[in-house]
């Protein structure tokens, strides 16, 4: 008898640990072209990361930049939108986490274009590259650097 109330204590803050975790882990929706390998290298990292993330094939992605209000001249191969907040190209995901907890007044994150050695574009070769955080009216400024 002791036992059993034992275990349903275990089994009770293991469900409460499952569903901290899930708390903490948002869905992000992903629009990207069908045919784009390293989105889903992007979309792998988030999971792995544990994001929930749902991945929408679409026929043109900067449609979804321009509807979530990026700036084409921060553009990357896929747009993303995470608790209201626009996610442009291949953003680490410990900087959507430092997004989601600080939620500062702001449009989203942008890594332009498609830096080899960020998350998704994964290779022997590790360029510099910059995490902007972009402003409502479209002005940002360096959220995270990486070397
Ligand atoms: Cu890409």
């Not at 390998?37 to 992605?61: S, Y």
Request: one cysteine or more.
């Amino acid at each position: 008898m002791k036992r059993r109330i034992f275990l349903q204590a275990v089994a009770a803050g293991a469900i409460g640990l499952h569903l901290g975790a899930a708390e903490a882990a948002p869905v992000v929706d992903v629009y990207k072209s069908a045919t784009c390998g390293c989105c889903e290298g992007w979309v792998k990292h988030l999971r792995d990361n544990g994001f929930t993330v749902k991945a929408h094939d679409v026929a043109n992605p900067e449609d979804y930049r321009k509807k979530y209000g990026m700036p084409q001249s921060l553009g990357s191969c896929h747009t993303a939108m995470v608790q209201g907040y626009a996610i442009e190209g291949h953003v680490p995901a410990s900087d959507i986490k430092r997004l989601l907890a600080e939620r500062p007044k702001a449009k989203g994150l942008a890594v332009p274009d498609m830096p080899l050695g960020s998350p998704g574009m994964d290779g022997p070769r590790k360029d510099p590259y910059d995490v902007l955080l972009v402003q409502p009216d479209g002005r940002h400024s360096v959220y995270r650097h990486y070397n």
